[in-house]
């Protein structure tokens, strides 16, 4: 089976500083890679996806991710983070199953 | 938006009570997936759908059941809830399992006294 691991439930960050939130992966295939955002009482909506090909993944409002096959790793990053980016953040890996397997979440959290 | 809709959005039941939990979907996908999701556990997959009648189990599928008897209807059962399955309800919607992004519904918040 497929885990993930996402280092730090809760990461807080300065208004304009950058954002890193980190997510581990074990997986016997090539993975299939994806981060979503939850902001509160609603559903996730999809960041970004790594599936082939180019290895650092734009998303949207800003936040991009780099698959690194030899750490494991699908870290997402954000330059400057804004108080709009306050919420909680999954990481998932899909192999060649029928099956998501989600992390624990990380809350972030804008100081202004 | 991808067309999901859950409902209903909130309950509150009885230990003991069957209850169902509804997920439509307009899109016409394949895949239908019910999550639950708890503090400290990230989502976790209660039981999925690959068509009509196709259903398999997730990590957490004791307690529950589903059914799928159209494309865009699939229903997730508690047959006896428990305090345990107090926890938002998750469905989610793929048009392939792997590499196709899921879209999910806004939720069921569902407690058990």
């Known amino acids: 089976a497929q885990s993930v691991t996402q280092l730090g439930s809760h990461v807080s960050v300065s208004e304009g500083a950058l954002v890193l939130l980190r997510c581990n992966y074990s997986s016997s295939v090539p993975p299939y890679l994806f981060w979503y955002v939850q902001y509160p009482n609603q559903g996730l909506q999809l960041l970004l996806k790594?599936?082939?090909?180019?290895?650092l993944v734009k998303g949207i409002n800003g936040f991009e991710a780099e698959f690194k096959k030899s750490e494991t790793s699908f870290h997402l990053t954000k330059p400057s983070a804004h108080m709009s980016d306050a919420a909680e953040y999954f990481c998932?890996?899909?192999?060649?199953?029928?099956?998501?397997?989600f992390g624990t979440g990380t809350s972030l959290t804008v100081i202004p | 938006d991808a067309g999901i809709t859950q409902s209903p959005r909130h309950k509150v039941t009885e230990t003991g009570t069957p209850v169902t939990l509804r997920c439509h979907q307009t899109?016409?996908?394949?895949?239908m997936y019910w999550y639950r999701q708890d503090p400290g556990h990230g989502l976790r997959l209660i039981h999925y759908?690959?068509?009509?009648?196709?259903?398999d189990k997730g990590e957490v599928s004791d307690g529950y059941s589903v059914s799928r008897s159209k494309t865009e209807d699939f229903l997730l059962t508690l047959e006896s809830a428990t305090s345990s399955q107090t926890s938002v309800y998750f469905c989610a919607i793929s048009e392939d399992s792997t590499y196709n992004e899921q879209f999910f519904g806004p939720g069921t918040r569902l407690t058990v006294l």
């Open positions: 998932a890996v899909s192999d060649s199953g029928n099956q998501f397997y």
């Open positions: 759908s690959y068509g009509v009648k196709d259903t």
């Open positions: 790594y599936t082939t090909g180019a290895t």
């Open positions: 899109e016409n996908h394949r895949y």
